[in-house]
Nanobody, 124 residues
Framework: VQLQASGGGVVQAGGSLRLSCVVS??????MGWFRQVPGSEREFVAA????????VYADSVKGRFTISRDNAKNTVYLQMSSLKAEDTAVYYCAASEKNWITGEFRNVVRYDYWGQGTQVTVSS
Protein backbone atom coordinates (compact mmCIF):
# COMPACT_ATOMS: atom_id res chain seq x y z
CA VAL A 1 0.00 0.00 0.00
CA GLN A 2 1.24 3.48 -0.88
CA LEU A 3 -0.20 6.92 -0.40
CA GLN A 4 1.28 9.65 -2.55
CA ALA A 5 0.36 13.22 -1.62
CA SER A 6 0.90 16.18 -3.91
CA GLY A 7 -0.45 19.60 -4.77
CA GLY A 8 1.19 21.74 -2.14
CA GLY A 9 2.81 25.04 -2.91
CA VAL A 10 2.99 28.71 -2.07
CA VAL A 11 -0.22 30.72 -2.25
CA GLN A 12 -1.32 34.13 -1.08
CA ALA A 13 -3.77 34.51 1.75
CA GLY A 14 -7.30 34.18 0.45
CA GLY A 15 -6.22 31.85 -2.33
CA SER A 16 -6.99 28.20 -2.99
CA LEU A 17 -5.12 24.93 -3.43
CA ARG A 18 -6.18 21.38 -4.07
CA LEU A 19 -4.17 18.57 -2.54
CA SER A 20 -4.29 15.07 -3.99
CA CYS A 21 -3.56 11.72 -2.42
CA VAL A 22 -3.22 8.79 -4.80
CA VAL A 23 -3.78 5.48 -3.08
CA SER A 24 -2.28 2.35 -4.57
CA UNK A 25 -2.62 -1.22 -3.44
CA UNK A 26 -6.18 -1.16 -2.13
CA UNK A 27 -9.18 1.01 -1.37
CA UNK A 28 -9.89 2.31 2.12
CA UNK A 29 -13.23 3.29 3.57
CA UNK A 30 -11.82 5.88 5.95
CA MET A 31 -9.38 8.51 4.69
CA GLY A 32 -8.16 11.64 6.36
CA TRP A 33 -5.92 14.67 6.11
CA PHE A 34 -3.68 15.96 8.86
CA ARG A 35 -1.14 18.76 9.04
CA GLN A 36 1.94 19.52 11.03
CA VAL A 37 4.17 22.50 11.69
CA PRO A 38 7.69 22.15 13.10
CA GLY A 39 7.68 21.66 16.85
CA SER A 40 4.00 20.78 17.02
CA GLU A 41 2.01 17.58 17.01
CA ARG A 42 0.24 16.39 13.91
CA GLU A 43 -3.15 18.08 13.75
CA PHE A 44 -6.38 16.70 12.37
CA VAL A 45 -7.83 18.55 9.38
CA ALA A 46 -10.57 16.44 7.79
CA ALA A 47 -11.72 12.86 7.35
CA UNK A 48 -14.44 11.07 5.51
CA UNK A 49 -15.85 7.56 5.33
CA UNK A 50 -17.05 6.03 2.08
CA UNK A 51 -19.66 5.05 1.18
CA UNK A 52 -22.14 6.93 3.30
CA UNK A 53 -20.19 10.14 3.46
CA UNK A 54 -19.74 10.68 7.19
CA UNK A 55 -17.40 13.65 7.26
CA VAL A 56 -15.63 15.50 10.04
CA TYR A 57 -13.69 18.74 9.77
CA ALA A 58 -11.54 20.58 12.26
CA ASP A 59 -13.29 23.72 13.45
CA SER A 60 -10.44 25.79 12.07
CA VAL A 61 -11.11 24.68 8.48
CA LYS A 62 -14.86 24.12 8.50
CA GLY A 63 -16.52 25.93 5.63
CA ARG A 64 -13.20 26.48 3.84
CA PHE A 65 -11.88 22.95 3.17
CA THR A 66 -13.61 20.03 1.47
CA ILE A 67 -12.53 16.40 1.38
CA SER A 68 -13.64 14.30 -1.56
CA ARG A 69 -12.68 11.24 -3.55
CA ASP A 70 -12.54 10.10 -7.15
CA ASN A 71 -13.25 6.37 -6.91
CA ALA A 72 -12.12 5.66 -10.45
CA LYS A 73 -8.70 7.12 -9.70
CA ASN A 74 -8.59 5.97 -6.08
CA THR A 75 -7.55 9.49 -5.23
CA VAL A 76 -8.63 11.58 -2.26
CA TYR A 77 -8.60 15.35 -2.48
CA LEU A 78 -8.51 18.23 -0.06
CA GLN A 79 -9.86 21.39 -1.64
CA MET A 80 -8.66 24.36 0.39
CA SER A 81 -10.14 27.82 -0.08
CA SER A 82 -9.85 31.16 1.70
CA LEU A 83 -6.44 30.11 2.89
CA LYS A 84 -4.90 31.83 5.89
CA ALA A 85 -1.33 32.16 7.07
CA GLU A 86 -2.13 29.77 9.92
CA ASP A 87 -2.91 27.05 7.38
CA THR A 88 0.82 26.87 6.57
CA ALA A 89 2.01 23.35 7.34
CA VAL A 90 3.04 20.04 5.87
CA TYR A 91 -0.14 18.20 4.93
CA TYR A 92 -0.40 14.41 5.18
CA CYS A 93 -3.05 12.07 3.87
CA ALA A 94 -3.84 8.99 5.89
CA ALA A 95 -5.82 5.78 5.58
CA SER A 96 -7.36 3.56 8.21
CA GLU A 97 -7.78 -0.20 8.07
CA LYS A 98 -10.86 -0.04 10.28
CA ASN A 99 -14.21 1.64 9.91
CA TRP A 100 -14.03 3.79 13.03
CA ILE A 101 -16.97 5.75 14.36
CA THR A 102 -16.94 9.45 13.55
CA GLY A 103 -15.83 10.27 17.07
CA GLU A 104 -12.49 8.60 16.29
CA PHE A 105 -11.84 10.34 12.97
CA ARG A 106 -9.68 12.99 14.65
CA ASN A 107 -7.45 10.47 16.38
CA VAL A 108 -4.10 10.20 14.63
CA VAL A 109 -3.42 6.73 16.02
CA ARG A 110 -6.49 5.33 14.21
CA TYR A 111 -4.72 5.66 10.88
CA ASP A 112 -2.46 2.91 9.61
CA TYR A 113 -0.97 4.32 6.42
CA TRP A 114 0.46 7.75 5.71
CA GLY A 115 1.57 9.68 2.69
CA GLN A 116 4.90 11.48 2.62
CA GLY A 117 3.50 14.97 3.14
CA THR A 118 3.23 18.02 0.94
CA GLN A 119 4.16 21.54 2.03
CA VAL A 120 1.56 24.29 1.93
CA THR A 121 2.77 27.83 2.53
CA VAL A 122 0.31 30.70 2.75
CA SER A 123 1.85 34.14 2.52
CA SER A 124 0.09 37.04 4.17
Amino acid sequence: VQLQASGGGVVQAGGSLRLSCVVSGRTFSLMGWFRQVPGSEREFVAARRWPGGSTVYADSVKGRFTISRDNAKNTVYLQMSSLKAEDTAVYYCAASEKNWITGEFRNVVRYDYWGQGTQVTVSS
